[in-house]
């Protein structure tokens, strides 16, 4: 699970820079770090063997916002080792 957190956080910090560099609006980069959220709680649930509604529940519970109307994760709300 460690490492699947490095490699999301390693994603969310790639995603940042390719946006300010494409000059991408901030709200196109929240969508796409909502997505990859939404896509990492989907496949943790698969691998775990957990009802995939649950971990989105529980993600969007502890990080959600609203985005265009919606509620979608948000991953800057980490708490690592906190």
């Given at each position: 699970?460690?490492?699947?957190?490095?490699?999301l956080?390693k994603?969310?910090v790639?995603?940042?820079?390719?946006?300010?560099?494409?000059?991408?609006?901030?709200?196109?980069?929240?969508?796409a770090?909502?997505?990859i959220?939404?896509e990492?709680?989907?496949?943790?649930?698969?691998?775990?063997?957990?009802?995939?509604?649950?971990?989105?529940?529980?993600?969007?519970?502890?990080?959600?916002r609203?985005?265009?109307?919606?509620?979608?994760?948000?991953?800057?709300?980490?708490?690592?080792?906190?």
């Amino acid at each position: 699970m460690a490492a699947q957190l490095r490699f999301l956080c390693k994603t969310f910090v790639a995603l940042s820079i390719w946006g300010a560099i494409a000059g991408l609006p901030a709200r196109a980069m929240d969508l796409a770090t909502a997505v990859i959220c939404e896509e990492a709680a989907a496949e943790a649930a698969r691998v775990h063997d957990i009802p995939p509604d649950i971990l989105l529940g529980l993600t969007l519970t502890e990080t959600g916002r609203n985005l265009g109307g919606r509620l979608r994760p948000w991953p800057w709300a980490i708490n690592h080792a906190g």
